[in-house]
């Protein structure tokens, strides 16, 4: 399977700082190929169209948005569409990330609404999933990933499971490993990703071996490579290693 390689990179960058970097990035991207890695960015909003522009050109790359509400259109003062992020030309989009989930207090039932909703406007979409430290600490790590994911994808038609590879990935950020510096061990993501590979194939059978998996949390140039190689992590996920070209680029390559 072709890893992917996301960035996340939250509330960050300004359209000219976002340009600046993609300037830098595909100029580095240009003198290598990257054939068997998927490369996604989920800039802030402001920042889409800018980056679409100059990813345009570059095969193997793609952007994201980081957040949509699930309706065509409406009033829903202060929210943005699929149909809109559509329009800017992003592809992906990111669902239940843990900071929507535990700042903006976006409930399972919603996260679930935003996956069907997101599939059915045509975008590949990333589901986030993890447990905090206290819930990691109870013993409750099988029973918060099963629900998480079992959630959304509860939710979906049996007729789109088939569909599913190509159009859905799940990343595991256990959210004690966010932005802390604290990447999780390797026992510790192998036992979590072979939970999830198992609530997915008791859903989609078969498909279930094409959904990649990604890790998510504190992930750096320097411990990419050890992560990439453990089963079933099928990608990464970046917050704040992705801020910097290079920091980003040296992932890619791990
Ligand atoms: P981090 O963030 O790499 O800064 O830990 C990851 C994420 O929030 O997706």
Known sequence: M??????????????????????????SLRKKSYDDRLILVFPPF?????????????????????????ANEGAFTGEISP????????????????ERRHIMEESSDFI??????????????MLCVGETLAERN?????????EQLRSAIASLPEHIHKNLPGRFAVAYEPVWAIGTGR???S???????????????????????????LYGGSVKPENAPLLLG??????????????EAQSFLQIIEA
Not at 54 to 66: E, I, M, R, T, Y
Not at 112 to 125: C, E, P, Q, T
Not at 190 to 213: F, N, S
Request: glycine fraction near 8%; proline fraction near 2%; aromatic fraction near 8%.
């Open 2 to 27: 072709q890893k992917i390689i996301a960035a996340n990179w939250k509330m960050y960058k300004t359209r000219a700082q976002a340009t600046q970097y993609a300037s830098e990035f595909t100029a």
């Open 46 to 70: 402001t920042a889409i169209h800018d980056l679409c522009q100059h990813f345009s050109d570059l095969p193997g790359l793609a952007v994201g948005a980081q957040n949509f509400y699930p």
């Open 83 to 98: 149909n809109m992020l559509h329009d800017v030309g992003a592809q992906w989009l990111l669902v239940g990330h843990s």
């Open 112 to 125: 679930a609404r935003k996956v069907s909703s997101g599939l059915d406007y045509g975008f590949k979409i």
């Open 138 to 146: 109870a013993g409750k790590l099988v029973s918060i990933l099963d």
């Open 183 to 185: 990447v999780a061990g």
């Open 187 to 213: 026992t510790e993501v192998i036992e979590a990703h072979a939970q999830l590979r198992q609530v997915l194939e008791c859903y989609l059978g078969k498909v279930a071996a094409d959904i990649p998996l």
């Open 230 to 243: 453990l089963d079933n992590v099928d990608g990464l996920l970046v917050g704040g290693a992705s801020l």
